[in-house]
């Protein structure tokens, strides 16, 4: 069997009304990796994940998913692949929770017994279950977001494509849903794909990150490199994380002296402050560099 | 005024407020009470004299009372489809033949009242309302995913109970983004305007609305096929019926039964 989950080679599309919306693309995701698609708007990230999961055949190149070409086996791929749509709903289409979760299941053609179970699981999994009479106008934007996964992992996905989680989501509700997608890696080794522009939340969910731009990958590479490429970021329209930037001003403007590649996360970040007091206690002169407001 | 019509709208469509109390006929599997009130329909579709028709309402009002649903409420969700046909039925008095119990006007016009098309009229109203009852009833104390289901096993087609499941769903979402349109709309209106602005405002906000649900559409189709759907809504639904089930369409049977005898008996011809 492949090692790569995801394989994109060399992908034209072009929509009906001759819009070119992604050309020689090239994309490599391996089992279990956790990988962003990062850029702006119309950047033509959510035409790339539609390609991941079958929805679109490519107008040159091939996909690959987990060894299969995606043309021919539009059914099964769908079936590895659990994609989330943005708006949650676009997904809930079902008068209750239960049978919007229960839907992918029985597509598969799975028996009744095993349609509830998995149902149960993935409103379990999710913490959803306890409104599974619900109908989906009734729930809030977080609780729709969770309740797409659910739908997805229901059908017990060895992908999970997800086109910008984040969207419309209060704190909390990112936080849940971060440990939620970290849960699903850590637990099932399931391979994500992450298509975003938000790039404060992207380090908590990957690891590595391809850039695209008006349809053509301009960067790919470790997320601590992609974010240091000063130059494809701004031609991009992408704005680092707070925190990259933040450090990045430290290390330019006082004695702060952080280590490349720049923190992504706050526990980075709060280790690179006890590192740096650490050392300011054995250099007493570098604190005078520390701004006093901080 | 078009916002307040869109937010009432929304409310009588998705309450379920009435459908998830404990009264009597939430306690009814759907599929004998879908089977029990479309049996009174039939009735009131059949019955020509007025007592029948009379029986079927008071019996729908009991049966609301024994379901927890407030009268007052109860009575003008069910009159509020009367407006309309009452002006349906207006000219009734005036058009029907036969002898006439009050005249209009003097001797070379005439416009004259007749006891046939009194009774016409008074029959044509109370037919709808027994016909519309049973229905509001029946919406206001069943879950609309049941009613579905309930349909589903009574073999009507799916493409009918796909159809409207999905209607259902997007309604909200159809509304909530006219009322979100309309709002913006207001909020950049400082003066009055003209009926004829507004009117072309309203018409490129219809097409607006077209155009947005149109592509709606599209995602949703993309969305069920990622998750393997191909061209057929399955889905596993669990109804029971109980002894409970079983009298209350036992009792609706008898009911229909006697009043269409009734009926056919001329006993309760008014």
């Known amino acids: 069997m492949s090692d790569l989950a995801v394989d994109v080679k060399d992908v034209k599309y072009v929509y009906p009304d001759g819009c070119v919306a992604l050309d020689s693309v090239d994309i490599r995701v391996v089992r279990g990796e956790r990988v962003a698609i990062l850029g702006p708007n119309g950047a033509g990230k959510s035409t790339l994940l539609m390609l991941i999961d079958g929805l679109y055949r490519p107008s040159k190149g091939s996909v690959h998913v987990l060894g299969m070409p995606t043309n021919g086996n539009t059914h099964k791929v769908r ?4 994609l989330v749509f943005q708006d949650p709903n676009d997904q809930l289409f079902c008068p209750t929770l239960w049978e919007d979760v229960a839907f992918g299941p029985l597509n598969m053609g799975l ?41 997805v992992l229901a059908m017990n996905p060895e992908v999970l494509v997800l086109d910008e989680p984040t969207a419309n989501l209060d704190s909390k509700s990112r936080i849940e849903l971060i440990g939620l997608i970290n849960n699903l890696h850590r637990r099932q080794r399931i391979t994500l794909v992450v298509a975003t522009h938000d790039l404060d939340f992207i380090p908590m969910v990957a690891d590595r990150a391809y850039v695209l731009n008006r349809g053509h990958v301009v960067a790919e590479g470790a997320l601590e490199d992609v974010f240091s490429d000063s130059k494809v970021m701004e031609e991009s329209g992408l704005e680092p994380p707070t925190l990259t930037k933040l450090f990045d001003l430290l290390n330019r403007f006082t004695g702060f002296d952080a280590v490349k590649p720049l923190p992504l996360t706050i526990d980075q970040a709060l280790h690179e402050i006890r590192h740096y007091l650490a050392k300011s206690r054995l250099e007493p002169q570098v604190r005078r560099a520390v701004p006093k407001e901080s | 005024m078009l916002s307040s019509f869109l937010k009432a709208s929304k409310e009588i469509v998705y309450n379920e407020r009435f459908s998830l109390s404990n009264g009597f006929l939430q306690s009814i599997d759907p599929r004998v009470k879908v089977f029990s009130f479309t049996a009174f329909i039939l009735v009131a579709i059949v019955s020509k004299s007025i007592l029948p028709l009379i029986t079927l309402v008071t019996m729908t009002f009991i049966f609301s009372i024994a379901s927890k649903i407030p009268l007052r409420f109860f009575t003008l969700r069910t009159a509020f489809a009367l407006i309309f046909v009452a002006l349906i039925a207006l000219p009734l008095p005036f058009v029907t033949p036969g002898s006439p119990i009050a005249t209009i006007g003097n001797n070379g016009y005439l416009i004259s009242i007749t006891s046939e098309g009194l009774f016409k009229a008074l029959q044509f109203v109370l037919r709808v309302w027994a016909c519309i009852t049973p229905l509001i009833l029946l919406t206001l104390t069943t879950r609309f995913s049941s009613l579905i289901h309930s349909l589903e096993r009574f073999r009507v087609p799916r493409v009918f109970t796909n159809m409207m499941s999905v209607t ?33 405002a309203l018409a490129s906000m219809m097409s607006t609305l077209f155009i947005r649900s149109y592509e709606r559409g599209e995602r949703v189709y993309l969305a069920m096929m990622a998750r393997g ?26 009911m229909c039964m006697m009043i269409i005898s009734l009926e056919y008996l001329h006993i309760g011809v008014v």
């Open chain 2, 229 to 254: 759907y191909e061209g057929n809504i399955r889905s596993i639904t669990r109804m029971s019926i109980n002894g409970r089930d079983m009298i209350f369409g036992f009792f609706a049977i008898a």
């Open chain 2, 168 to 200: 259902y769903r997007f309604i909200f979402l159809f509304i909530d983004e006219a009322y979100r349109m309309i709002l913006a709309r207001e909020s950049r209106t400082v003066r009055g305007e003209s009926c004829l602005r507004a009117t072309k």
């Open chain 1, 111 to 151: 028996d009744e017994e095993e349609v509830t179970r998995r149902a149960e699981d993935a409103l379990k999994a999710v913490g959803l279950y306890g409104l599974k009479d619900k109908a989906p106008h009734h729930l809030s934007a977080g609780e729709k977001k969770k309740a797409t996964i659910a739908s």
């Open chain 1, 79 to 82: 079936m590895k692949v659990g």
